[in-house]
């Protein structure tokens, strides 16, 4: 029996729904392996994903234009993972906003498969307030509980009209 390749899983949700949470529990699963914005860049800054991308050893090697991260594994053991990579179930990447690029990701890879996760409105507006109060340089103090609010309508109206 021929085994079957690594189904591709995209991970989103609008920013501050608990991605990352997701991400970390679906990857306690030991027939999943799921970066954390690992592709980031070639999805949302110069679109260039494609199936190769999660293929073994180009999806557990970190490359000069993937992410803005140095480590796109966090709080995952890899070993195993990489170890069995041609048995998992699942492979695929979390970023919160890929609901922007559903088409493209589609039109290169057909049958991947997304997972969004939706967080009650006012706590992912609390969560944008208190991250832009840390007047940290990734987050704008004009990301505020309003853009929240603005980022989780345009998030939920792309998702509800993918059903159409």
């Excluded at 027939?31 to 073994?56: H, P, Q």
């Excluded at 070993?79 to 179930?89: C, G, S, V």
Aim: no cysteine; aromatic share 10%; charged share 25%.
């Amino acid at each position: 029996m021929m085994k079957q390749k690594p189904q591709i899983l995209m991970v989103g949700g609008t920013p501050r729904s608990q991605t990352s949470a997701l991400s970390v529990l679906l990857n306690t699963h030991r027939d999943m392996f799921i970066g954390m914005e690992r592709y980031y860049k070639k999805v949302l800054t110069d679109f260039s994903l494609s199936g190769a991308d999660f293929a073994a050893p180009r999806f557990y090697e970190l490359a000069e234009g993937d992410t803005f991260h140095d480590r796109i594994f966090p709080d995952v053991d890899v070993a195993p993972k990489i170890e069995r990579f041609d048995r998992l179930t699942y492979v695929g990447d979390k970023i919160p906003t890929v609901y922007e690029k559903i088409d493209e990701i589609v039109a290169a890879i057909p049958t991947t498969q997304f997972l969004f996760i939706v967080r009650d409105v006012i706590d992912v507006a609390a969560s944008y307030r208190d991250r832009a109060a840390q007047k940290d340089a990734t987050w704008p103090p004009e990301k505020d509980h309003i853009q929240a609010v603005r980022d989780w309508n345009k998030a939920n109206h792309i998702l509800a009209s993918l059903g159409k």
